[in-house]
């Protein structure tokens, strides 16, 4: 089947793009409104986009109402400047999928999600205590196109708790911290555990050397 982007309706195009730029990384994103109140969302188109400067990228769709209105996390994002990515693992799983409830306003996503916070090391934002790693973010720019921002963040500092951590890389240990992915929006989503397979870069001498 094809598909022309241009005539297909908004949710179709979604529904396709989702489940064919998949598996994604998962960022709970924690942001603090203008009365200093905190609100949790995850965000699944969601990547790191460079190193250096370290940056990584959030596309955040408006929400429908009587017209279409930001999403809490963006205009949190766009008053302080400021939010955390919380490393999405699958112990924390159950708890992530509560955050992006559509709760009143007056509901905290956290508290509902049984989820502590803890203060973070620069930003003002908190991360959340149960996540095993998160990225301290200062917005670098938002992109308003169409109906959806697309945020950048400087990451200015890195948590990883010791485990999950060889200091010879440092690398994180992967195989252990179980990061899940999201895939097709229909709910489902991807463990990382036991399912890798190693395949090493090859340098070009070698690649000569082994030219049949
Ligand atoms: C796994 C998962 C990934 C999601 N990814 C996105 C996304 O990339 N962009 C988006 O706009 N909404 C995404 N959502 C929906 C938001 O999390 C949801 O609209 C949330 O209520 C926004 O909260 P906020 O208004 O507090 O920011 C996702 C939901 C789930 C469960």
Redesign the pocket.
Known sequence: MEFDTETAAPRQIYNLLIGLVAPRP?ALVTSMNADGGL?A??????NYLCTDPPIVG????D?PASSFVP????RNIRRTGEFVVNVVTEDLAQQ??IC???FPAEIS?LDMANLATTPSSVVRVPRIAQAHAALECREYTTMEIGRSRIILGRVVSIFVEDPYVDPAGPYVRADELHAIG?MNGLGNYVRTRDSFMTIPRIPYEEWKKNRP
């Open positions: 998962i609100n969302a995850p965000f699944s188109a969601y959030i596309g955040v769709t929400r999403k809490d996390t963006a992530m999928n992006a409830t559509d996503e999201r």
